[in-house]
């Protein structure tokens, strides 16, 4: 028999639509990357693939097939869940849950007073202590989340401190000091990322450029003296979540990345020093093979940034480590069992495409806070997929895929020339400023409300399959009101408690570092030695840096 | 200024109090209200309840829309309705959106919230309720007329 050609199938093609219909004119990847009816070795070779040159193998430039020659057949992902809430007290009973569950890293989410260096006792701050996250004001406060959780006992502490990065940091090593644990014994990671609060998620305190120096104070101390420690975590996620595309996450985290490589660069430090301990932080929506194709292309072209622009000569600065959340706004208040099935195809990508920790949602967030029951839900979505389904059994399951591969090169291409335009504006920093992500981001959240609205994207049980009939009624997370009234009490008791002169001292040193342009984080951690607040070292900084604000404006 | 009563293109004021900076609904709202042809200020993140209600005063807006995502509803709303109260302002009803918790609907009601929008809630539907609010000031109002006056 002769084997079909591709212009015979392309007939047969053609009459089965037809013959059967189609169900759409056109059809598009998430980041509206158009997609062919098939993808075979021909459409890969006009893609411009070039296996040799754009994968390798697993654990070798350009990482297109995974960091690790042995990826998951070593080790499973690190299955970090995001947790903590409330007082100290109640996030270090969750934290001790989540243990005993088999977690093994632990992720501490700030309450926003305190990512905003507020006290808990301030007005601003009223209505929100213990809400998002823990609300942590001193040492004091963080004695208490560790409370028989020696810091050598768990994996790492990941940590969503961004503009008070630093003060976390300082806060960790000096928790570590009163608990008698060497900081070679544990390992901090701070998120750090200033430049897409100003983007997307808001936490910003300084303005950017002192912001961007104090986010490099952090990478330039542990480069010095913590190596081993994860000083900054540039994330994609939150502008994905906030409506950017995949293509666009891409494009912005890597060049964030830049500013950050540019800064460290700048003061002296050898890219291959520290861009080992930079890792980055993406998200993963629902468009399944896309995502899996941004994982790959993500990586590659975090390697090929380190090696061809900054002259990277260890493997391990061009090694991307991946962690992955996954997504909030594809979850529906409607129907919210069905999240649970969102979350696991989320998290499927995630591994496919070769993450190096995950952080499942439960399915429950888009209503409050995630219940117990929920969370657990959302780890045993892990633990299932690692131990039932068998995809972490071989290396890069989908390496060589036709479709994977030229999406790959589609989304590396397209984030490319995105990259080349924030160049143009002078570089990340100078591009935020100026509204260029946060335009393209807020004009691609309309789209996709257009599209639900018009029923041209469906959502299970939002626009389509909707049942009003039977409420899925699901029991949330009840705040403790009675929170906030305690935290406050508590941080009276400590202000009258401390030594007030040895308070004062490390402040007004701070404050001395922070004028003359020195690294600031010896004297923030003698402020936290101190039982300074993280309030108190803001205020300080502030003084000299000023603050940001955004205002209102007719649209 | 042109009063309410004699305006014909509704006026919106889309916040974001407190600290929470989830800004992506508030931004698709807004934006979506515009493009609906209402006249639409959003206040940006992080804004105190004080100054929103001193906008919404000066501004004249028929309606005022807040966003919040992080359990802070309940004492965003009090704080901004007491604002609106101290400048007798309390009878611009108060739309809120975001990530609320059905058992709190009947709290966030008393609380003076006039329409709440959860999760999944589409901007025609906004739009449906601001035109509601505003064609009820104008039958109680005047002209007819929907070509918008100049200032």
Known sequence: ???????????????????????????????????????????????????????????????????????????????????????????????????????????????????????????????????????????????????????????????????????????????????????????????????????????????????????ADAVEYCTRHLPHFKPLVICGSHMRQGGASAVQEVAFTLANAQAYIDEAVGRGLDVDDFAPSLECQLSVPMNLFEEVAKYRAFRRMWARLLKDRYGAKNPESMKCFIRVYTTGYTMTAQQPLNNIVRVAIEALAAILGGAQSLSANAMDEVLSIPTREAAQVALMTQHILANETGIADVVDPLGGSYYIESMTNAIEASALELMQQIADKGGAQKAIEAGFYQEIIRRNAGEY????????????????????????????????????????????????????????????????????????????????????????????LGNVWGTYKEGAAWL | MVMKSSRRIPRVLIAKIGLDGHNRGAQVVAYGLRDAGMEVIYTGIRQAAAGVAKTAVEEDVDVIGISSMVGAHLAVMKRLKKELEALNAADIPVMMGGIIPEEDYDALRELGADAIFPPGSEVKGIVQYIRGVTDGLMDSGSSGNLVRQQD
């Not at chain 1, 890293?105 to 998002?132: C, H």
């Not at chain 1, 404050?511 to 070292?537: F, H, S």
Request: a neutral charge; aromatic letters at 10%; one cysteine or more.
């Open chain 1, 449 to 540: 409300q257009k599209e639900i609205e018009k029923g041209e994207r469906v959502i299970v049980g939002l626009n389509r399959f909707v049942d009003d009939k039977h409420k899925m009624k699901i029991e949330s997370f009840k705040a403790d009101e009675g929170v906030q009234e305690r935290i406050i009490q508590k941080l009276r008791a400590l202000k009258a408690g401390r030594d007030k002169e040895k308070v004062r001292g490390c402040l007004c040193a701070l404050e001395q570092d922070a004028r003359l342009g020195k690294n600031t984080v010896a004297a923030l951690i003698d402020c936290a030695r101190a039982y300074a607040t993280i309030g108190e070292m803001c205020q300080v």
């Open chain 1, 1 to 215: 028999m002769i084997p079909m050609t591709r212009v015979e199938w392309e007939q047969q093609l053609a009459s089965d639509y037809n013959r059967r219909g189609r169900r759409k004119t056109d059809y598009y990847s998430d980041s509206k990357i158009g997609l062919a009816d098939l993808y075979d070795e021909e459409s890969l070779k006009s893609s411009g693939f070039d296996a040799q040159r754009d994968l390798g193998f697993p654990g070798t430039f350009p990482y297109t097939r995974g960091i690790y020659p042995s990826m998951y057949r070593s080790d499973f992902w690190i299955m970090g869940q995001y947790s903590g809430f409330g007082n100290p007290e109640a996030t270090n009973e969750r934290f001790k849950f989540l243990l005993s569950q088999g977690q093994t890293a632990l992720a501490l989410a700030l309450d926003l007073p305190t990512q905003l260096g507020l006290e808990s006792d301030q007005e601003l701050a009223d209505g929100e202590v213990g809400k998002a996250g823990v609300a942590i004001n001193s040492l004091q406060d963080m004695e208490a989340i560790f409370a028989g959780i020696p810091l050598d006992k768990v994996r790492q502490v990941f940590t969503t401190a961004n503009a008070i990065g630093p003060i976390m940091l300082a806060l960790f090593l000096a928790l570590g000091e009163k608990q008698g644990v060497d900081p070679s014994r544990f390992t901090i990671v701070l998120q750090n990322d200033i430049l897409k609060e100003y983007v997307a998620r808001g936490t910003y305190i300084f303005p950017p450029t002192p912001s961007l120096k104090f986010t």
